[in-house]
């Protein structure tokens, strides 16, 4: 079955820095690849997804993700982080409608 | 923009209760779940259901675990006898199951806390 793993289960930046968040999947067919965010008491938002059309993703908030099959990878970043980014990620793979998520990385964001 | 909403938001029971957990999917979706995310971890499959019958479960949706669709709108969670450990938020999702895009519709989440 499908897998991913996020490298890093705590990352912590300055606000105006570059976040990168990292995941890296397994699967046996081409993938869907997402990226959810989750607030503190709060349900899963949709960030941004690859759908095998553009390997370079744009999605809400800034933050984009490249996918790069050589690598199995599919990480997050965003060019300046904001402090309203502090947050839970998630990355997640889905393969035939099933759908599995990593560990999650908690991003804090320094003033 | 159509959503998956889910009933209770919170639901405290005693251990050894059976709690139900609602769920009403995106109205032309075919495909439905159910995740567990106990509270500082990561989110867990459980189950997924299709065409009225579980297409796949996780191992933690053992016998006390049971899913229904008993109209054309609900999705439901059953915990037959809850426990201490299955207090967590419970996510609801649905996918149109076209395979185009496979993304799931998350809703907002129950809480149940099992005293």
């Known amino acids: 079955a499908q897998s991913v793993t996020q490298l890093g289960s705590h990352v912590s930046v300055s606000e105006g820095a570059l976040v990168l968040l990292r995941c890296n999947y397994s699967?046996?067919?081409?993938?869907?690849l997402f990226w959810y965010v989750q607030y503190p008491n709060q349900g899963l938002q949709l960030l941004l997804k690859?759908?095998?059309?553009?390997?370079l993703v744009k999605g809400i908030n800034g933050f984009e993700a490249e996918f790069k099959k050589s690598e199995t990878s599919f990480h997050l970043t965003k060019p300046s982080a904001h402090m309203s980014d502090a947050a839970e990620y998630f990355c997640?793979?889905?393969?035939?409608?099933?759908?599995?998520f990593g560990a999650g990385t908690r991003l804090t964001v320094k003033p | 923009e159509p959503e998956v909403t889910q009933t209770p938001s919170h639901q405290v029971t005693q251990m050894g209760q059976e709690v139900i957990l609602r769920c009403v999917p995106i109205?032309?979706?075919?495909?439905f779940y159910w995740y567990r995310q106990i509270l500082g971890q990561k989110v867990e499959f459980l189950v997924s259901?299709?065409?009225?019958?579980?297409?796949?479960k996780s191992e933690i949706f053992d016998d006390q675990f049971s899913v229904e669709r008993p109209d054309g709108s609900n999705f439901t969670l059953k915990i037959r006898s809850t426990k201490l450990e299955d207090s967590a938020m419970y996510f609801c999702?649905?996918?149109?199951?076209?395979?185009?895009?496979?993304?799931?519709?998350f809703g907002e989440g129950s809480r149940l806390t099992v005293l």
């Open positions: 699967s046996s067919v081409p993938p869907y």
């Open positions: 690859y759908t095998s059309a553009a390997t």
């Open positions: 109205s032309n979706h075919l495909y």
């Open positions: 259901f299709y065409n009225n019958e579980i297409s796949e």
């Open positions: 997640a793979v889905s393969v035939d409608n099933d759908m599995r």
């Open positions: 999702a649905s996918s149109d199951g076209r395979g185009l895009t496979g993304e799931l519709f």
